[in-house]
């Protein structure tokens, strides 16, 4: 191994103060390729990062129960935000099978205008 290798392997194993260390099985999978001393930084930092994003997964989120459930599920029914997005939702839906049905309808006359024409009527 060269000198560079040396430090690579020693900042994975004793990264700078204040930020988390990668776990054993990680930094053994990390010293079989050759990284630089930058990739291995941003690497500690991800884990840095991930690791305060999910402490409370790490502590242990507390139960919700029915009820909590049910208030949560409830105020979101009844945000304004809810109730345009189905507003909506209901007229594209309305203004979707209009255009359908006028295209079919379309479609039906041209289909006949044409069996007409054919056919010498």
Do not use: C
Not at 12 to 34: A, F, M, T
Not at 58 to 69: I, M, T
């Amino acid at each position: 191994m060269t000198s560079d290798n040396n430090k690579t392997g020693d900042s994975r194993r004793h990264p700078p103060h204040g930020e988390s260390v990668l776990e054993k099985d990680l930094l053994q999978h990390l010293e079989e390729y050759n990284l630089g001393e930058a990739e291995v930084k941003t690497l500690v930092e991800i884990d840095s990062l991930l690791r305060q994003n999910f402490q409370d997964i790490e502590n242990g989120v507390e139960p919700v129960d029915e009820d909590r459930l049910n208030g949560i599920l409830d105020e979101v029914e009844a945000a304004p935000e809810v109730v345009v997005l189905k507003r909506t939702r209901r007229s594209i839906r309305l203004i979707l099978w209009l255009t359908i049905s006028l295209v079919s309808l379309l479609g039906a006359y041209g289909l006949i205008a044409l069996v007409l024409k054919i056919g010498g009527f």
